[in-house]
């Protein structure tokens, strides 16, 4: 069974920064990819990020250039550094793990609530 930990969330400002951190335990079979989306009071849930185990990462064209995703793969742990934030990325952060076999399956973290203050 697998199971994704979040932490780092929070209140900031805008022009801040927070780093979101998830811990991903059980067998995670490879290839895979492990990624943040995010979801804001009346909107669906949406892609912030993700990064393959080969280390390729995609950006939301929101995100490109304030948010960068990492991971240890030792650690199976998936990192969202994220700077000059701005009120419209308040919303609750999760965190994905995808895997492609042997059938495709999505796994997801509980939430972690970002809040930006104007």
């Known amino acids: 069974q697998v199971q994704l930990v979040e932490s780092g969330g929070g209140l900031v400002q805008a022009g801040g920064s927070l780093r979101l951190s998830c811990a991903a335990s059980?067998?995670?079979?490879?290839?895979?990819?492990m990624g943040w989306y995010r979801q804001a009071p009346g909107n669906q849930r949406e892609l912030v990020a993700f990064?393959?185990?080969?280390?390729?990462?995609t950006y939301a064209d929101s995100v490109k250039g304030r948010f960068t995703i990492s991971r240890d793969n030792v650690k199976t742990t998936v990192y969202l550094q994220m700077s000059s934030l701005k009120p419209e990325d308040t919303a609750v952060y999760y965190c994905?793990?995808?895997?492609?076999?042997?059938?495709?399956?999505?796994?997801w973290g509980q939430g972690t609530q970002v809040t930006v203050s104007s």
């Open positions: 994905n793990v995808h895997i492609y076999s042997p059938n495709e399956y999505d796994y």
């Open positions: 990064i393959t185990n080969g280390g390729t990462t």
């Open positions: 059980g067998r995670i079979f490879r290839p895979n990819r």
